[in-house]
């Protein structure tokens, strides 16, 4: 079983469509959570990043943490095909800084 | 300035010949990380480096893999006699803090 388990998709919403992307985990030393946004050919890009459970807001994204359930989500309200990506979960223990990833979901947003 | 550069973009080898990666992290960050990412999977951690001591390499898969970073900027990733199994995507990252990695474009290996 991996640490970090995400459903790959791919998944398509139409443009406005309000999008929940989420993990799970196995791991419950793992505090420090992130998103990335992946282009296709491109390296990840940060997009958000959280320690505590709960809901963290940056314009149309939002990421919520409940380490009870070891699930993290990513929201991003007002979908635009500009957003269409794979999205990556990544996390890490209290202990050092090496990030452990998702598989990645994949993200189709059509007009 | 300017984000994590690395080179070359594309390397195709031979198998068992060396091969050296190099990445050039944003300037100023302390914390580099290699990582490395396969077709379809999320980058998978390698080694990382604080200045220029290296912290963590656990995630080295053998010995033949090794990285460097001797004045605390830029780093290197060496593979010693490369197996077709070590093509993939490796992937430099830098940081000022733990959670915010910046990711660098990446080198596409290819061992034939």
């Known amino acids: 079983q991996k640490e970090v388990e995400q459903d790959p998709g791919p998944l398509s919403v139409p443009e406005g469509a309000i999008v929940s992307l989420n993990c799970t985990y196995s791991?419950?030393?793992?505090?420090?959570f992130m998103w990335y946004r992946q282009y296709s050919r491109k390296g990840p890009e940060l997009l958000m990043y959280?320690?505590?459970?709960g809901n963290k807001e940056d314009g149309r994204f939002t990421a919520q943490v409940d380490k009870s359930s070891k699930y993290i989500s990513l929201f991003i309200r007002d979908s635009q095909p500009s957003d269409s990506a794979t999205y990556l979960c990544?996390?890490?223990?209290?202990?050092?800084?090496?990030?452990?990833f998702g598989t990645g979901t994949q993200l189709k947003v059509e007009l | 300035g300017a984000g994590v550069s690395q080179s070359p973009r594309y390397k195709v080898t031979k198998r068992g010949q060396d091969v050296a990666l190099r990445c050039d992290p944003i300037?100023?960050?302390?914390?580099l990380y290699w990582y490395r990412q396969a077709l379809g999977q999320g980058p998978e951690f390698l080694t990382y480096?604080?200045?220029?001591?290296?912290?963590?390499k656990s995630g080295l898969p053998n010995d033949r893999f090794s990285a460097e970073r001797p004045e605390g900027s830029i780093s290197t990733l060496t593979i010693q006699r490369t197996e077709q199994r070590d093509s993939a995507m490796y992937r430099c990252?830098?940081?000022?803090?733990?959670?915010?990695?910046?990711f660098g474009p990446g080198t596409r290996l290819t061992v034939l």
């Open positions: 791991n419950s030393a793992f505090q420090y």
């Open positions: 990544a996390m890490r223990t209290g202990r050092g800084n090496k990030l452990t």
């Open positions: 990252a830098s940081s000022s803090t733990p959670d915010t990695q910046y």
């Open positions: 959280t320690y505590s459970s």
């Open positions: 480096f604080n200045y220029e001591a290296q912290q963590d």
């Open positions: 300037s100023g960050h302390v914390s």
